[in-house]
């Protein structure tokens, strides 16, 4: 079960040859908008007339809509049944307090950066900040990332706990 997220990842990855979220959900005709209507909605995704819709947040910068888009990928993937009740919106990302929040996060950390990456660059004595700077990712991504390694049975330090509230502020 502690892998069951980094598959979906890995068979997403194999199938598309990307970990590209705009890409990936491009490829699976998912409909990507943004939208300029909301200020503290960061991103949704829903289900209508046989479509899916993943909607973005004009306002964030590019590297933020990239995580947004593979946060709503993860839910896409691991809660399509919900998607067919009600729309999956999030003001906040990082959540730590729902499963479906937690599990898309960690979709998106495992999509967005590749194992090897943090296995190459931690040998190089690499330290965290600057690991996420040469991966062109947030603290709070690389720590998601982490900590699905560590579910997966690797040992690494996660030098700074997962803040669930990170973009709310």
Do not use: W
């Not at 890409?23 to 899916?52: H, P, R």
């Not at 090897?116 to 996420?132: N, P, Q, V, W």
């Amino acid at each position: 079960m502690n892998d069951y997220i980094y598959k979906q990842v890995q068979r997403l990855v194999k199938k598309y040859h990307t970990r590209d979220p705009f890409e990936i959900l491009e490829n699976m005709n998912v409909i990507v908008v943004e939208s300029d209507k909301y200020e503290t909605l960061k991103g949704y995704c829903f289900m209508s007339c046989q479509s899916t819709y993943t909607v973005i947040n004009t306002f964030l910068p590019e590297p933020v809509k990239r995580i947004v888009a593979a946060h709503e990928l993860g839910h896409i993937i691991l809660h399509r049944h919900q998607l067919k009740m009600a729309p999956m919106k999030d003001s906040v990302l990082y959540d730590m307090t729902s499963q479906t929040e937690y599990e898309a996060n960690m979709f998106a950390a495992d999509l967005l950066i590749d194992d090897d990456d943090i296995h190459t660059l931690s040998k190089e004595d690499m330290d965290y900040f600057s690991m996420c700077k040469y991966l062109y990712t947030t603290p709070d991504v690389m720590s998601f990332k982490l900590f699905s390694l560590i579910r997966r049975g690797y040992t690494y330090d996660l030098p700074m706990g997962i803040d669930s509230k990170f973009l709310g502020k």
